[in-house]
Each structure stands twice: as structure tokens, then as C-alpha cells.
């Protein structure tokens, strides 16, 4: 039995007697549910004016959907620019967006120009800003270059580290206190170069073991790379506070620069139920190909639409997703994906580097069936598609004439 209050057990057995997707079925049962005593006549006359528009709607067989789809997508793609905008509005996060971020979906890139990820908050954390920003610096990576300053002593060799007390107790106000922190970023630097230190509050020293100017200069280079806090991956979090779709009520949602989409979904006050990464390989990763074909499609719709190109119809890029993803790996568009496997030794050199698939294929002894739009297109045979895969004949209506 459905949810829904005011559909009755008849109503609700006229809807499940109709061929419609699950989809459309809720959003009958929805619209009942909002005309309360609607009839099992009136359900079904509801039923049928829906199942007689998704009829209408459907694609007719032997259509060409690929030709298509590539057609709704690639002629908007002309239009696209070339250029790495600020994304929503942040002006500290540069996003690749146009043509080259659509280039980069199409392409299966293992890593995107510039990897962000959009992290909604939930709880006391979505609304206060102080645990927001613990949120913040679980993820952020903080150098110990960002914590103080660093001097070098070179006539007595050493690396002098001066902590910034006040900037330890912003960024980590629940620790004891500020020596302990210290004491930490001192086995930090430990473990990290192989050195022994010194430590003196939050004053920390150290050195080469062998009097060497080199060495000493390597030590502070080395510092500057090492990560006391955060995910490395992510170089810089923003805050924002933005209106929940859902509740309505404005939330903190952070922006980062940089992916580490498995490692974020685990930190507390995180909502992973929303968090979004632009890494399609990251969500396959860690919520596996549904979910990667769901982002596939979001982002490349995004894309589109930050181009004001919203008018692509959406199946359209479903169907991209699908055929990038049915073999339960993400494969990309390209000689070294798809039009790369296909069965058609034509369709294949139609692509790229025509003459080493035709050699290949020589050497191989393959065969082409001329199955596909493009090798029939090359050879100037008519194409199963459409009327094209339709054989008429005479006859008569009398099928005792027959």
C-alpha cells in the first residue's frame, strides 16, 4: 500500500494497472493524493492521459539516438567558451568550466583541471559558524608554514620554527592547550625530515645532523611541504552560507579546492548523503558506476547550463552516461574508449589514426559486417535505421489470395 492518505486501496490498484514507470506512477499518486476524493474512474482517466502523453514521448524504433544525441550535444558545443571561470561566485576557487571541462567528462580524465568538491554541513555544524570551521580544518591542509615563522640559523645550523599561539587556538580550540599542539607539530617534523628537535613552549629547533649548508637549506624546503593537519589533496576550503532547497533554511556549505572525496565523506558533521566531488573516477571509487553515471550526467548538465545551453534535453546525456559506464568501468569517448572497441574495423578508422586500424585490421584478417550507421554511410549502403531497416512488399489484402 502506498504513503499517500487519500489514495484508496481501488484508487491505488487502477494506477498499478497501468504500463508505467515506477516514476510516473508516484507522481500520479502524488496529484490524487492532493485531490482528495478522486475516484478509481477519475485515477483512471488520469492513468490513461499520462500513459497516452509517455507513449507520445518515446523514442520510435530503429530511431538513430546515437546521430542524435551527438548532433543535441556537440552543435551547443560550438557555442561553448573557452575559459576557467570563478565557480558560484567564489572568487578564491578557479573551476574549469566550457568547452574544456566538457572535453575533460567526454574524455574520462583520471584527474580534472581543477578538482573541487562542494561539501554541504549537517547539524549544529550547518548553522554554527565555529563548528563550521572545525569542519574547515579537518579537511584543509595545513602546513606548518601557515602555523608561524621560520628562521635559519646558519652559524649555528639550525631550523628555528616560531608557533603562533594565537593561530593554534583558532584553528584547534578543543586540544588542552597550545603545548600540546606544539608538542605535536614537533613529532611531526620528527617523523617527516628524520631529525631530532628541541623544544622550548611553542619555539621548536632543529638541525642537520652533520654541520652541512646544503643539508640545512633542504631541511627548510622539506618543511615547507609538510602537512600537520587536513587532507593534502585539499589546498583550501571556503565557506558559504547558502539556503537549503529541501528545509528552506540557510546552511554553511564548503567549496574546496581540491578532491579527496573518500576521505571527507568520513569527517564528522559532514552530510555525505550531499557531498559532490567533479572527479567522476573519486565517486566511482567510493559509491561505485550508479553513482559515477549519476555524475556524469549532472556535471556535464552543469556544465551546459553555466553556458546558459539548458535547453539539451537531458536523455541526451543520459545516454552518454550509459554507454561511458554500462561495462561497469568508467570508459571514455575516444579511440582509447569506446570508438576505439567497436566491432567495425571502419567505424574505428572513421575516428582517428585511420591507417593503423586498417592495417591491423588486414594483418588480423578482420572481417566488417557493415552493421553500423558509419560503415554503411562509407561504403554508400543504405543504413538499418529509421525506413532504412523496413522491407515493404505487395500483397494482397485476402490472405487466402496470399
Known amino acids: 500500500m502506498t504513503d499517500y492518505e487519500y489514495v484508496t486501496e481501488d484508487v491505488e490498484a487502477v494506477i498499478e494497472d497501468h504500463d508505467l514507470p515506477r516514476r510516473l506512477k ?194 627548510v624546503e622539506e618543511l615547507r611541504e609538510i602537512v600537520f593537519k587536513g587532507i593534502e589533496d585539499i589546498s583550501r576550503v571556503v565557506i558559504r552560507k547558502e539556503e537549503n532547497e529541501e528545509t528552506g533554511r540557510e546552511e554553511f556549505v564548503l567549496y574546496t579546492e581540491g578532491s579527496a572525496f573518500g576521505d571527507v565523506l568520513s569527517i564528522e558533521g559532514v552530510d555525505a548523503s550531499r557531498t559532490t566531488s567533479n572527479n567522476i573516477h573519486e565517486v566511482h ?6 553513482a559515477a553515471r549519476e555524475a556524469i550526467i549532472n556535471e556535464t548538465m552543469d556544465t551546459l547550463r553555466e553556458q546558459g545551453l539548458d535547453d539539451v534535453n537531458v536523455r541526451h546525456l543520459m545516454l552518454v552516461a550509459d554507454i561511458m559506464t554500462n561495462r561497469g568501468e568508467i570508459e571514455s569517448i575516444g579511440r582509447h574508449g569506446i570508438s576505439g572497441s567497436k566491432d567495425s574495423v571502419l567505424a574505428r578508422a572513421a575516428f582517428e589514426v585511420t591507417v593503423n586500424h586498417l592495417l591491423d585490421a588486414a594483418i588480423h584478417g578482420e572481417e566488417d559486417d557493415l552493421d553500423g550507421v558509419i560503415e554503411n554511410v562509407i561504403v554508400g549502403k543504405p543504413i538499418s535505421i529509421g525506413t532504412g531497416d523496413v522491407d515493404l512488399r505487395m500483397g494482397s489484402i485476402n490472405p487466402a489470395d496470399d
Open 285 to 290: 571509487r567510493e559509491l561505485g558506476i550508479e
Open 26 to 219: 508516484e507522481r500520479i499518486y502524488s496529484t490524487v493524493d492532493e485531490r482528495e476524493g478522486v475516484t478509481p474512474e477519475q485515477a483512471d482517466e488520469i492513468a490513461r492521459a499520462v500513459e497516452a502523453r509517455h507513449q507520445d514521448t518515446r523514442v520510435d524504433p530503429l530511431d538513430p539516438v546515437g546521430t542524435v544525441s551527438a548532433q543535441s550535444i556537440g552543435e551547443p558545443g560550438t557555442q561553448m567558451t573557452m575559459n576557467t571561470f570563478h565557480y558560484a561566485g567564489v572568487a578564491e576557487i578557479d573551476v574549469t568550466q566550457g568547452l574544456p571541462r566538457l572535453i575533460e567528462l567526454v574524455d574520462a580524465r583520471k584527474t580534472p583541471d581543477t578538482p573541487m568538491m562542494t561539501v554541504p554541513l549537517e547539524g549544529e555544524y550547518a548553522t554554527e559558524r565555529e563548528k563550521a570551521h572545525e569542519v574547515v580544518w579537518s579537511m584543509e591542509a595545513t602546513k606548518i608554514l601557515a602555523l608561524g615563522d621560520v628562521s635559519t640559523n646558519v652559524a649555528d645550523m639550525l631550523v628555528q620554527v616560531d608557533l603562533n599561539e594565537d593561530t593554534l587556538m583558532e584553528r584547534w580550540p578543543t586540544e588542552n592547550d597550545v603545548d600540546t599542539v606544539a608538542q605535536e607539530i614537533a613529532e611531526t617534523i620528527e617523523d617527516a625530515l628524520g631529525v631530532s628537535t628541541n623544544r622550548s613552549g611553542t619555539v621548536i629547533e632543529f638541525g642537520p645532523e652533520a654541520p652541512s649548508y646544503r643539508r640545512l637549506l633542504q631541511l
